[in-house]
C-alpha cells in the first residue's frame, strides 16, 4: 500500500500520521510539500493531517485548502482516491470542498485534548471496514475548532444516507448531532475530528484508531 501525507507550514501532526501509515502498512509513506503541484503515481491513500496549517489565519484549513497541492488531491478525490483528514485535515477538507459543512470554534471556547468515547457509523467506506457499525470505540480528540456544523438539510441528508462515519457518544465541542466525522457521496474521502494515529496500541492507551489503518489496507488491497 503506498501512501502519502501532506506537510503545510504549521503542520504538527504530520510525523505522527506518517509513523501510523508506516507501521501497519510496512512502508513509509511519502511526505509532500504544500507548495507540490502533482501526486506521486500509484497511490493507494493520501492524508491530511492535524495542527495549525498556516497559524490558522482566516479559518482554519482555509488557507491550506488553497494551496497547489490540494488542487491535486481534490482530482484524485474525484478519480476515486481514499484521502483522510484528521482534524485539522478535515478542516482542511471542508474549506477544499471535498466534504461538506464546517468546522467552528468549540462549544465553551475551550481547547478539548482527550480520549473520547466513539460510535461507529453506517457509512459504507474503506475507512469504517475495520470497524462494526454501531461499535463503541475510544480515540483522542485535541482541538479548538472542532465543532462540526451544516444546514439541516446537509445533516437529514448525511444522516439519511448513512454517511456519518463517526460520532461522539459524549459532551466534547458542542458538534451537530454529535458528528466527529462524515465522508463523501462516493466514501472514498473521510475527515474526522478524533486523532486516530494517537490510538494505535498499548502504548497509546489502546488501539482503535490503529483498526482504521488495518482496515484500510485491507479494503484496497
Known amino acids: 500500500m503506498r501512501t502519502a501525507v501532506i506537510v503545510f507550514p504549521g503542520s504538527n501532526c504530520d510525523r505522527d500520521l ?10 513509509a509513506p511519502a511526505m ?12 493507494d491513500l493520501v492524508a491530511v493531517p492535524g495542527g495549525f496549517s498556516y497559524g490558522d489565519y482566516l479559518r482554519s484549513g482555509a488557507m491550506a485548502a488553497r494551496s497547489p497541492i490540494m488542487r491535486a488531491v481534490a482530482e484524485a478525490a474525484d478519480r476515486g482516491l481514499p484521502v ?20 467552528m470554534r468549540n462549544a465553551g471556547l475551550t481547547y478539548v485534548c482527550r480520549s473520547v468515547r466513539l460510535g461507529v457509523g453506517e457509512a459504507r467506506s474503506p475507512f469504517t471496514a475495520g470497524y462494526r457499525a454501531g461499535e463503541e470505540v475510544t480515540i483522542p480528540v485535541g ?6 456544523f451544516a444546514d439541516a438539510d446537509t445533516l437529514d441528508r448525511l444522516e439519511g444516507d448513512g454517511r456519518v462515519a463517526f460520532r461522539y457518544l459524549e459532551p466534547v465541542n458542542g458538534a451537530a448531532r454529535r458528528i466527529a466525522g462524515v465522508v463523501n457521496e462516493r466514501g472514498n474521502v473521510l475527515g474526522m ?4 494515529e494517537r490510538a494505535m496500541g498499548p502504548e497509546h492507551g489502546g488501539g482503535d484508531g ?12
Open 143 to 148: 482541538h479548538m475548532d472542532g465543532s462540526y
Open 32 to 43: 509532500l510539500w504544500h507548495r507540490d503541484t502533482a501526486l506521486p503515481d500509484g497511490l
Open 193 to 196: 475530528m478524533p486523532h486516530p
Open 84 to 103: 483522510l483528514g484528521v482534524c485539522n485535515g478535515f478542516q482542511v477538507l471542508t474549506e477544499a470542498g471535498l466534504l461538506p459543512g464546517a468546522l
Open 210 to 221: 490503529r483498526r482504521l489503518f488495518e482496515g484500510l489496507l485491507e479494503a484496497v488491497n
Open 18 to 27: 506518517a509513523v501510523a501509515l508506516r507501521d501497519v502498512t510496512g512502508t
